[in-house]
């Protein structure tokens, strides 16, 4: 693991711990969730820097060899461990090869600035790269978080932390460089950066300043930035960024030397910057004299101690020196030439001033150039090094020395290599571009290309190119390319800011490439690349310069870590590391097969078998699962990225999935399942418990956030946002149920405080977990079940408060427990839906989503929403115990209130609840809501406001619970009901039920509690109108016109229908129709049209047309009245009805044909209530012209023992005995229709046509009608007289009303008692013999059938053979189902029809009236035989002529009438004509 970068910047002397310690820490047994130790060696980075300059030049000293005491003890550690795997070989030095080897024989002359001798090879001007290294620790420890109010930035200043890499924040810029580049245009001012992780100072250079200063300001004893002015500044014609080289000053790493060189070659080195005698202003300065003038210098590296090499862009090669021979200050330079020997001393330099050198540039021809240059290790030749130059065409490499001429080696055509070999080795013509080089400890050399196939045509690839030779001089062979999967999104160059940078710290086995945004970590053994990692940066913080690569010898020992220090240009000073160690732990337990052979350690790849473009040579390693990559992403960014706006790493995810990304979604959730289980290694648990739940829940969101910012959101499908939603939540209600407990504790409680302690306990031990804190144990690890606690509490309340209620105090107990109980359910889920709802649109898992699939939510389990239903429940009964012993005013209310759903048959007076029908008139003391909120609360006067101490404060308290209690439980019932409904669940319906028995109840409740605008506004959130319009006419009587209309305005249609629909049921006619907005016309018409297609005999359709006359609809008012009319009861009010149903047809304005047919339908209906009252008037007057007082008779009551009496009367008086005897049953459904007619209801057509044909004996009465008007007795009289004939015509004109079966079989009812009513056997007889034929039709003449039949042809016209059926046809036997069962059979009820008015015909039965029908038809068959169908034709052809010898008069008078007409006419005319001629 990663130590704090300030540990290693300062270079405290703490041991380090060996790799076999970080390995068997790293094979430890999975961390426990409840507690993670922290760990003391972390308090330890707290120590203090040494005291006194000896102690800080022995650590210093420690540096310079390269190994610290630390590394010293870490090297005798691995001393006794096994063998190194064989895939190392190639990175340690091979000394039994004929190659160039260390010369450690030869001690090299001490300088004049060393500060100790040594056998190695010492650096004159600095330490070695060790020194400088800020590795990653030996501590094993995660690191330390920092305060509550910043816990997602940590103290150590991490900025990405991996498995096996991470990246740390060094420095900040100073001031004064900060002022520097932000006054800097980068696009027009180039700019130079770099820093030296040996001396830990940086700089930063414009073509005219160079700022330098210490990033390591604990060990710097000054830590100004100091401006040094750059040599040739005035060239405007060369504005390039100057070539800067730190040196460092021996063993003094408060100070540090520059060499900076110009781009026409001006030079000037400053061999101290801090502590120099003359400043800034003192320097050393030297021209190179460029050999040519139109070229520049590009590149400056150290090739040795004090030895510099700068080269041209044209290849030329200057040396130069900082130091004589005596190891004095002496900035000298010359340029390499290719000499015809290796000649050193005195005849070089003769060679040299007789022309027998020859200086030529490295680049073979104009278009080639420089590209990049690199020091290789030692030669055979004393204080030489090997020197390679790259160009974009050839390698060169050379040998320099302080001691000796250079020598040059050879120089190959790179491309050309690189070229063939990917041909050979990719199958295809392959374009190569290289970009720079290094060397690795064994003496390889490194090339970063780029490979991009020519015939592929797609974007340019990295690679890294292992070249080796088998000696000094002899040119390498390519023996291994691999290409990286990291591909620059912009092009690259081979030369400036765009061109990537290839770094091998200590030579190996890991590398960097460097890119301007981006750093790619790699470690590339011969086999395949073990491991590679992007590092991408912001383009604001870019990357401006990298720590120069470490001079030669390496370190000798396996490096457990590889690290780059480079500069950011926003933040400052970063580091990048490696854990090697780890890495080659992990191939090592791997087994990896490197392909190369144990004995010698050579690579022996196979150029038959070389993959595609893109994969690597050998068998590479398997590459790790989408689900690990997008893990480790998610999990960098969650961890390093959100809390921390000043980090410079850009945090990305792609996926290139079609679709849903399972892979993404996986990773997803696991990170974000290890965070609410508390199981991810980048968790630090905390003392402090609340801020360790606030910083897991910020990191749940995050895991969303960095989705969502991606752009990847419409990558996880709804199910995994909504189970990552919850994963938030449930941290949410954790942090909101510890700070409850907190509380609690704090406030020091009774033992009804405990309680979610003791549940919490009570709930890990049924699970078998059993710890002495069970509570913070379940905020550690088991939080996920928060929702499980929750249904376990509620399960066992029940028994515990049974328990506490055997005493007082344990009564009073009781009700505290029920009292913590509500505040747990509430604060968990109120702090879980807060959390939901704030993030809807980040986790997008609004209502606008239902259509793309429901899941359900934890709060949605059935066992939640009983759970909220039950703590309802409870509270609204603790209100009701509370105040029956505290506060009579509370109590009196919920005694006086019965709400919806409540059930007391002991009560009868509470049948309804009061918020039903009547609740104004049952319940009219209820007070408004404002004045009930306000009064309650005066009249409960607190003594305290613990509910611990007062009754009242308790009762307070609980009722306040109520309101938020019924907001969750109604949320979970429409999220719950939302489920089911999209799932298609059966369970849906039965849920929506019990959800509308639950809502106005608990709505309801609110009001004798004294919380009627809370009940108001769960009323609007949850749009129970009905609710809604209760709670205004029950709390708001006297402001409800200002309610309805506020209502009105916001929800529209369905608040007026809910609102018409209350009206409706109170049966408040006045109200409903006397709406003064203008809206409510509209909608009120709607609904009524609606109720009426609903319900066409309904009350609403009987009284609508009111609102159709305001609203001046004549024509729907015209068919409602008519409507109306025909279905009314009572006559008078049919009567009245049907008249203005005929007002308001005249008034309608419709066509001709619409206003005839509904005028004749009108005329037909008024007629029926005519005769039904002339038949009124005509029993009325029979009954009183048979009694011996004069008494009046009085209409319609019912209940009058007199009035039954005259019913019976009348139904007497109009039949013979005989009919009463020999049909019985049909004379009790006469008796019936006879007090139907009496109390005026209305009759149907086939219950008028058998009350006008069934009476045998109804005479005029003219003595009894003297009372009646004229015209009313002569109707009277014509109504008895053509009472057959006119059942005929009623049944004509309402048979469009009617079916074809109740047609026919009234017709032949009227008809089979038309022929009944003569006696055709005597009028046989008298017509049996010798009779005249005027006889015959005088006989027939007086019959009753003669008289029916003229009154229907002559006077009703009715069409015959329509209405007209002969003997044999009107028979009863066929319609007897119809007759008995379907019409007569029903009014045999037990009860009484309220609707119809019939009362229960308990004297007869279906058999009875079977028989009365079968005597009809024996009556009839015995008229048949005595020569019925003969008198029939007879009489029926006699009325027929009459008919129409009466109708030939009439049309002859018309005829006459006409003629006479005309002949008037033609008279005047003649008339006029004589007037006019006797005036001319």
Avoid at 87 to 103: G, I, K, M, N, S
Avoid at 686 to 715: C, P, W, Y
Avoid at 1027 to 1053: D, H, M, P, Q, W
């Amino acid at each position: 693991m990663f130590t704090s970068p300030s540990v290693r910047v300062r270079r405290r002397p703490t041991a380090q711990q060996s790799r076999a310690e970080v390995s068997s820490s790293d094979s430890a047994a999975p961390k426990q969730t409840l507690k993670r130790s922290i760990n003391a060696s972390t308090m330890q980075n707290a120590a203090t820097l040494p005291a006194n300059s000896a102690e800080f030049g022995q650590q210093q000293d420690q540096d310079d060899t390269g190994y610290s005491a630390a590394q010293s003890s870490l090297h005798k550690k691995q001393a006794v461990e096994p063998k190194r795997p064989v895939w190392l070989a190639p990175f340690v030095q091979r000394v039994h090869e004929p190659r160039v080897t260390e010369d450690i024989s030869e001690p090299e002359k001490p300088s004049t600035l060393q500060q100790k001798k040594d056998s190695e090879d010492v650096p004159i001007f600095g330490a070695s790269a060790a020194s400088g290294r800020m590795g990653l620790a030996a501590e094993n420890v995660k690191p330390v978080r920092g305060t509550e109010a910043d816990t997602l930035q940590t103290t150590d200043h991490i900025l990405l932390r991996g498995d096996k890499h991470a990246v740390f924040d060094v420095a900040a810029f100073p001031d004064a460089v900060r002022r520097q580049l932000g006054s800097i245009d980068p696009e027009s001012v180039p700019i130079a950066a770099g820093l030296s992780s040996e001396s830990s100072f940086a700089f930063v250079a414009t073509p005219t300043t160079c700022l330098v200063w210490s990033y390591d300001n604990a060990s710097s004893v000054m830590g100004g930035v100091y401006r040094l002015a750059m040599p040739d500044p005035d060239d405007a014609t060369d504005f390039a960024a100057p070539l800067v080289a730190l040196v460092s000053v021996g063993d003094i790493q408060s100070d540090v030397g520059v060499l900076a060189c110009s781009a026409t070659g001006q030079l000037r080195f400053w061999d101290r910057v801090a502590f120099g005698l003359g400043g800034t202003d003192r320097f050393h300065s030297r021209d190179l004299d460029l050999p040519d003038a139109s070229d520049r210098c590009v590149q400056i590296s150290e090739s040795f101690a004090g030895l510099f090499v700068v080269a041209t862009a044209k290849g030329y090669l200057f040396q130069v020196s900082l130091q004589d021979a005596q190891g004095n200050i002496e900035l000298t330079a010359h340029c390499l030439s290719r000499s015809a020997g290796a000649r050193t001393g005195m005849l070089s330099r003769m060679s040299s001033l007789l022309g027998g050198s020859q200086i030529v540039a490295a680049a073979a021809d104009s278009s080639d150039a420089l590209v990049s240059m690199a020091g290789g290790g030692r030669t055979e030749i004393r204080h030489s090094r090997e020197l390679y130059v790259l160009t974009r065409q050839r390698l060169a490499k050379w040998v320099v020395s302080r001691a000796h001429p250079e020598r040059f080696m050879y120089s190959m055509d790179i491309v050309t290599a690189l070229a063939q070999a990917a041909a050979q080795r990719l199958g295809m013509d392959v374009d190569v571009g290289v970009y720079d080089i290094a060397t690795t400890r064994s003496g390889d050399v490194c090339v970063l290309a780029g490979l991009q196939g020519l015939q592929s045509g797609g974007r340019e690839q990295l690679a890294v190119c292992i070249l080796r030779s088998s000696r000094v001089s002899t040119e390498p062979d390519v023996v291994g390319l691999w290409s990286l999967r990291y591909a620059p999104d912009a092009e690259l160059s081979q030369s400036g800011p765009s061109c990537p940078r290839l770094v091998l710290p200590e030579g190996g086995p890991s590398m960097f490439v460097v890119l301007r945004t981006a750093v790619i970590g790699l470690m590339v053994p011969t086999a395949g690349a073990l491991f590679e990692e992007v590092i991408s940066f912001r383009a604001e913080d870019s990357i401006l310069g990298i720590s120069t690569a470490p001079r030669f010898p390496y370190v000798q020992h396996e490096s457990s870590e590889s690290n780059l220090v480079l500069m950011c240009a926003g933040t400052g000073v970063l580091q990048v590391c490696i854990e090697v160690g780890k890495i080659i732990s992990a191939v090592t337990s791997a087994g990896v097969d490197t392909g190369a052979d144990a004995d010698d350690g050579e690579i022996r790849t196979n150029s038959a078998a070389w993959p595609s473009l893109g994969t690597r040579i050998g068998k590479a390693p398997r590459a790790s699962s989408p689900e690990r990559e997008y893990q480790t992403q998610i999990e960098q960014a969650v961890f390093f990225r959100f809390g921390n706006d000043h980090n410079p790493l850009l945090f990305t995810i792609k996926s290139q999935a079609t679709g849903v990304d399972s892979a993404l979604e996986t990773a997803a959730l696991r990170v974000s399942q290890s965070i609410l289980d508390n199981t991810s290694h980048f968790i630090v648990d905390r003392l402090d418990l609340g801020s360790h739940l606030n910083e897991r829940l910020r990191r749940t969101r995050a895991v969303m956030q960095f989705i969502a910012d991606s752009g990847l959101a419409s990558k996880i499908s709804r199910e995994t946002r909504v189970q990552l939603c919850a994963h938030s939540e449930k941290l949410a209600a954790a942090v909101a149920l510890w700070t409850y407990q907190n509380d609690v504790w704090a406030a020091k409680r009774g033992a009804a405080a405990q309680l979610l302690d003791n549940l919490v306990a009570s709930f890990l031990e049924s699970a078998g977990l059993q710890t002495r804190d069970s509570l913070r144990m379940f905020f550690r690890q088991h939080v996920a079940a928060i929702g499980d606690v929750l249904v376990f509490m509620q399960r066992n309340l029940a028994a515990l408060r049974r328990a506490l209620d055997d005493s007082e105090s344990g009564r009073r107990d009781s009700q505290l427990v029920s009292y913590e109980a509500n505040r747990v359910v509430v604060g968990a889920l109120q702090a879980a839906f807060v959390y939901r709802f704030q993030n809807a649109t980040l986790y997008d898992i609004d209502g606008s989503s239902e259509s793309n699939g429901a899941f359900e939510r934890w709060t949605e389990h059935p066992a939640i929403v009983d759970l909220l239903v039950q703590r309802l429940e409870g509270s609204y009964r603790l209100c009701r115990e509370i105040s029956g012993q505290h506060c009579a005013s509370v109590y009196e209310r919920i005694v006086a209130t019965t709400l919806p759903s409540d059930e007391d048959p002991s009560d009868a007076s509470r049948s309804l609840a009061i918020f039903d029908d009547a609740v104004s008139i049952s319940h009219p003391s209820l007070p408004d809501a404002a004045e009930s909120d306000s009064s309650e609360e005066a009249r409960m006067r607190l003594i305290s406001d613990d509910p611990y101490v007062s009754s009242l404060a308790l009762l307070r308290e609980t009722i306040d619970q109520v309101g938020p209690l019924a907001n969750l439980c109604f949320r979970v019932f429409v999220d719950r009901i939302t489920y089911l409904q999209a799932t298609g669940s059966s369970e849906a319906h039965v849920l929506v039920c019990r959800y509308d028995a639950v809502r106005p109840r608990y709505l309801l409740c609110l009001v004798p509690l004294a919380r009627a605008s809370v009940a108001f506004r769960l009323a609007e959130e949850y749009h129970d109108l009905a609710s809604l319009v209760t709670l205004v006419f029950t709390t708001e009587r006297s402001n409800a016109a200002i309610y309805l209309r506020k209502y009105v305005e916001r929800f529209g249609r369905d608040f007026a229908d809910t609102l018409f629909a209350y009206y409706e049921k109170r049966q408040a006619w006045a109200s409903l129709l006397n709406a003064q907005d203008s809206s409510f016309d509209v909608w009120l018409k709607e609904y009524v049209e609606k109720r009426t297609e609903r319900d066409p005999h309904g009350l609403v359709a009987q009284i609508g047309w009111i609102h159709d006359v305001k609203m001046n609809d004549f024509s729907a008012a015209a068919t409602k009245l008519a409507r109306a009319g025909r279905d009314s009861a009572e006559v008078d009010q049919a009567r009245t009805m049907l008249s203005l149903s005929k007002l308001a047809f005249v008034a309608a304005e419709c066509q001709d044909g619409a206003r005839n047919e509904v005028h004749a339908r009108l005329e037909d209906a008024l007629e029926m209530c005519e005769v039904q009252e002339n038949l009124s008037q005509y029993l009325m007057a029979i009954v009183r012209s048979n009694r011996s007082h004069a008494a009046e008779i009085s209409w319609r009551r019912r209940d009058d023992v007199s009035d039954k009496k005259a019913v019976l009367d009348a139904a007497m008086l109009t039949t013979t005995p005989e009919i009463r005897h020999e049909r019985p049953a049909l004379y009790i459904v006469y008796n019936e229709l006879v007090r139907c007619i009496w109390n005026g209801r209305m009759l149907s057509v086939e219950d008028l046509v058998d009350a006008l044909t069934f009476p045998d004996n109804m005479p005029a009465t003219d003595s009894a009608l003297a009372s009646c008007s004229s015209d009313d007795a002569e109707q009277c009289n014509a109504l008895i007289r053509e009472r057959y004939s006119l059942a005929i015509d009623i049944l004509s004109r309402a048979s469009i009303s009617l079916s074809e079966q109740t047609r026919e079989a009234a017709l032949k009812t009227i008809w089979r008692r038309v022929f009944l009513k003569d006696d055709w056997s005597g009028i046989r007889k008298r017509l049996g013999g010798n009779v005249p034929d005027s006889e015959l039709r005088a006989e027939l003449a007086r019959t009753h059938l003669h008289t029916v039949l003229e009154s229907c042809l002559a006077t009703r016209e009715l069409s015959h053979p329509d209405w007209y059926l002969l003997p044999a046809d009107v028979f009863a036997a066929a319609d007897l189902d119809y007759l008995v069962s379907a019409r007569l059979a029903p009014r045999f009820a037990s009860e009484p029809d309220a609707g119809s008015g019939w009362q229960p015909l308990t004297f007869t039965t279906v058999p009875a009236l079977n028989k009365d029908y079968g005597e009809e038809d024996s009556r009839l068959r015995a008229a048949i035989k005595c020569g019925l169908d003969s008198y029939y034709a007879e009489v029926l052809r006699t009325v027929t002529d009459q008919v129409n010898q009466c109708r030939l008069s009439a049309d002859a008078d018309a005829s006459d009438m006409d003629a006479a007409s005309s002949a008037s006419t033609e008279a005047l005319d003649v008339e006029d004509e004589d007037v006019r001629m006797e005036s001319d």
